[in-house]
């Protein structure tokens, strides 16, 4: 697996998130931080249902590897998740993340998603065999 490093804004990526989607402290904190509420004061609402779109756990799942990365923290699944993210949902990136997402995920956009999620275990698998 290339060494392709996937660079932080300086303040952080929750900030970038915040600053790129033009939203407010108070509305970034009200949706960064619904589920955790939620079960948090799942006390005051015992039969409370948490409205979740199962869609945005790729997302979630993507931006909370981007802060693992800000603590130093490294896996090959993670870095061939955030691979196939940027892959998938075909994201600006800097040439080299380019070159290495189009090696080894060409073409995932024409997949439908159970094809994409294959595809990415597959990558997963060999990348795993490959350092063993």
């Known amino acids: 697996m290339s060494d392709v490093s996937f660079k932080k804004n300086k303040t952080g990526w929750r900030e970038f ?7 407010t402290d108070k509305d970034f904190k009200s949706i960064f931080n619904k589920s955790w ?3 948090k004061h799942g006390d005051n609402d015992p ?7 199962e869609k945005d ?5 993507f931006y ?4 693992c990365s800000e603590l130093g923290l490294s896996s090959i699944e993670k870095d061939v998740f955030q691979l196939w993210y940027y892959a998938v949902h075909n994201l600006e990136a800097n040439n080299d993340i380019k070159k290495v997402t189009s090696d080894f995920f060409p073409s995932i956009q024409r997949l439908s998603k159970n094809e994409q999620i294959n595809f990415g275990l597959t990558v997963l698998l060999n990348e795993k065999q490959n350092i063993l």
């Open 47 to 53: 039969d409370g249902i948490l409205d979740f779109d």
């Open 64 to 67: 909370a590897s981007l802060e």
């Open 57 to 61: 756990n790729e997302h979630i799942i």
């Open 17 to 23: 998130i915040k600053v790129d989607n033009k939203l």
């Open 37 to 39: 509420n939620f079960f």
